[in-house]
């Protein structure tokens, strides 16, 4: 049997933090599915400067990746319902609560179990968060 997960996240300006998670996510399992985040339900943090089909399409070119897809507008349960995943592989700093993500998939009558990835730590100088690298860019381009 095929054991599916699933990772989400923005991805806006991809660097190698991602590519360690989605690395991760895709050892919990057999197929990797990757859930990328509309832009207004990103509210949590400054806008993505990258449209949502260019974060995606990015996303399906890693080789860890099976099929990247956009996520629903108001329901972020309903990806979820329509994939019915083994695993969701939550990121290292992910604002949501693995009980809170738990419940409501057992409201649901979703049999999956609920992961949290590791973090990567910076080798030398490595930028790996988006913040970061947008920092960057406006301190050395002003
Ligand atoms: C289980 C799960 C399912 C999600 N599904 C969707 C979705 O369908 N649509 C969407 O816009 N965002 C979806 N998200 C993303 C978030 O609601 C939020 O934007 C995301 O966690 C941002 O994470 P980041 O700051 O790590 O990029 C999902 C998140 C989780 C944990
Ligand atoms: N350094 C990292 N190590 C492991 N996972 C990471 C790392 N950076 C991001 N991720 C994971 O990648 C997914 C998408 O992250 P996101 O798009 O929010 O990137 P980000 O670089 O953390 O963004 P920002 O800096 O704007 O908060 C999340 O699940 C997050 O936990």
């Known amino acids: ?34 859930i990328v985040s509309r832009t207004t339900n990103v509210d949590h943090k400054e806008a993505p400067i990258c449209p949502a089909t260019q974060r995606r399409d990015v996303v399906a070119a890693l080789e860890a990746v099976d099929e990247a897809l956009l996520g629903h507008q108001e329901d972020i349960f309903a990806p979820i319902e329509e994939i019915d995943p083994d695993v969701i592989a939550l990121g290292h700093d992910q604002y949501h609560d693995e009980s809170a993500i738990a419940s409501e998939l057992e409201r649901r009558g979703i ?5 949290r990835a590791s973090g990567r730590e910076p080798r030398d100088d490595e930028l790996l968060s988006t913040r970061l690298i947008i920092d960057r860019v406006l301190d050395r381009r002003r």
Request: aromatic share 8%; proline share 3%; net charge negative.
């Open 1 to 34: 049997m095929t054991r599916t997960v699933i990772a989400q996240g923005t991805f806006d300006i991809i660097h190698p933090g991602h590519v360690h998670y989605l690395e991760e996510a895709a050892e919990m399992g057999d197929r990797l599915y990757v």
């Open 111 to 115: 049999d999956c179990a609920v992961e």
